[in-house]
């Protein structure tokens, strides 16, 4: 059967017919697509020290609020607000004018005291000789024996009545128990101060200054099981809110003697020096704790290390080229390398760049690359910087 077609649709197929060979004809000498490249090397051995980070707080290893030990008028203040005192320098002065007054006082009352004692003894040195041709009674020499003892109680009690008014007319000048840095002067001069309650100031001490925390009972276990002896001695290193580095050195001080019945948790403190007084007491840090030993350890670039949900994985490559993932068990980073606990063999050739070209069962083009936290050529220096690789001379 003969079917009829118009020019205009005739030319129409004829183009279309052709256009498909061109089609098939391309698609047939389409070469297959490259595998992708990705470098890989093997993890990292080096011996690291594990830690366990904890948040904190500053504390003074020693703080005192001064108060005054007499009442009475503040008369002076011998110090500017905030400065760095040495111990037993003058803070202030309590008009010492009544005092002094009590002193002088109670000065003639020994004079009167010691000068009744005088008479006593007399009397009684006349009474033994009395006694003796019986001339007095043993009754009238009791009597003065018994004057004469009271006499020396009198002096006795009225010099230790000078040596307390002397003792308080000290305290009229308030002088800093410690050496440290003083807060802010509470009263001005001119105020009633009254002794053993008004406070005048604070002092603490900055140098060295204490680092506190608190531990998780899971924590002190491993602790006691790990260790051949308590955590005192062992280092910590801290940084500050807005710090990356943790530049603040400092050892374990104390671990409490018991766990803390609401939360679970006991107490430590560190000890961290701070020679010009940049930390503050009521600062916070984050700490680590350092092990004991160090142990060998595995390390792959963070990079390396995928998050997948609720895992995280790496992908090696096996001997024919094919991409094969693997669950890790991860623990800190150390300098951009990142510690695997479990997961990898120390053979496995891990890729460390071009992770995001590898899909598992897939065939790759494996190159060797440089275990290094940094694949790609930067390096990280002594001194914690970055470090570009070098170029070849032209």
């Known amino acids: 059967m003969i079917v009829a077609v118009a020019p205009g649709k005739a030319a129409c197929i004829g183009l279309c017919v052709a256009l498909g060979q061109i089609a098939g004809c391309t698609r047939q000498s389409l070469p297959s697509e490259p595998a992708p490249i990705v470098m890989v090397s093997v993890p990292l ?37 905030g400065q760095t005192v040495k111990k037993g320098q003058l803070l202030f002065i309590i008009d010492p004018r009544p005092i002094a007054a009590q002193l002088e006082q109670s000065r003639a009352q020994r004079s009167r005291a010691r000068a009744t004692l005088v008479n006593a003894e007399s009397q009684l040195k006349r009474g033994r000789a009395l006694i003796a041709s019986h001339t007095i009674s043993e009754a009238d020499f009791e009597t003065l024996s018994a004057a004469q003892q009271q006499a020396g109680a009198d002096v006795a009690a009225a010099q230790a009545n000078v040596d307390a008014n002397a003792l308080n007319l000290e305290f009229t000048r308030v002088v800093a128990p410690l050496a440290g840095q003083i807060s802010y002067r509470r009263l001005a001069p001119g105020n009633l101060v009254t002794a053993e309650t008004t406070v005048l100031t604070t002092i603490v001490t900055l140098n060295p200054i204490r680092f506190v925390f608190d531990a998780p009972e899971s924590a002190l276990l491993k602790y006691k099981r790990e260790s051949s002896h308590s955590l005192s001695g062992n280092r910590i290193d801290i940084r500050l809110q807005d710090e990356t580095d943790y530049r603040w050195k400092g050892h374990i001080e104390f671990l409490d003697n018991a766990l803390d019945n609401g939360s679970g948790t006991i107490r430590g403190r560190a000890l961290v020096e701070n020679p010009v007084g940049f930390l503050t007491p009521g600062m916070f840090g984050h700490m680590r704790l350092f092990a004991e030993h160090s142990t060998d350890a595995m390390l792959i670039p963070d990079q390396a290390v995928v998050n997948d949900q609720t895992r995280q994985i790496a992908y090696v490559v096996s001997a024919d080229g094919t991409v094969v993932q693997r669950t890790l068990e991860v623990g800190q980073l150390i300098h951009g390398m990142r510690e695997i606990r479990a997961g990898l063999a120390p053979a496995d050739r891990v890729i460390i760049e071009g992770v995001q070209r590898a899909h598992p069962g897939r065939k790759v083009d494996a190159r060797p690359g440089h275990m290094s936290a940094f694949p790609s050529g930067v390096s990280l220096g002594e001194n914690g910087q970055l470090q570009l690789p070098e170029r070849a001379a032209p």
Do not use: I, K, N
Not at 59 to 80: I, K, M, N, T
């Open 45 to 81: 051995r080096q011996q690291v020290t594990d830690w366990d980070e904890y948040v904190g707080r500053f504390e003074a290893v020693d703080s005192v609020e001064v108060r005054p030990r007499v009442s009475g008028l503040l008369q002076s203040v011998q110090f500017h607000d």
